[in-house]
């Protein structure tokens, strides 16, 4: 007799599905970061250069072009992408939609 295979819908975050305890934090790490490679990637750069542009040691790169995203934190990775001559916005507003028109934006 097979077994049918059971599958668990997602919850959108793989490391909150895991019950991992800084999920949300993983979460962030890994969709920057994804950014920043996407950003290097279109550059074609070799290692050496982004660590040159990015301020990092050459095994730093070799961690962030394996997606090692929790060896930085969210700042650094915020700061990659700003010195890849990327604009960064934050949009301030309440997370369950309270008070919608109080929303500040930062341009950073």
């Given amino acids: 007799m097979t077994q ?3 599958f668990e819908e997602s919850s959108g975050n793989v490391f909150a599905d ?12 890994g969709k920057i970061g994804i ?12 290692q050496r250069e982004i ?3 990015l301020g990092i040691t050459q095994p730093e790169v070799c961690h962030l072009m ?3 995203f929790q060896r930085f934190s969210e700042g650094k990775l915020l700061i990659f ?11 301030l507003r309440h997370k369950h939609g309270e008070n919608q028109s109080h929303e500040t934006v930062i341009s950073l």
């Avoid at 305890?21 to 979460?27: G, I, Q, R």
């Avoid at 950014?35 to 070799?46: H, M, P, S």
């Avoid at 992408?81 to 949009?91: A, F, G, M, P, T």
Wanted: no cysteine.
């Fill in 18 to 29: 895991l019950d991992l305890e800084d999920a949300e934090e993983l979460f962030t790490r």
């Fill in 66 to 68: 394996k997606g090692e």
């Fill in 4 to 6: 049918e295979p059971i």
């Fill in 51 to 53: 660590g040159q542009i």
């Fill in 35 to 46: 950014q920043v490679l996407r950003l290097l990637e279109k550059r074609n750069l070799k």
């Fill in 81 to 91: 992408l700003k010195r890849l001559d990327i604009e960064l916005i934050l949009h």
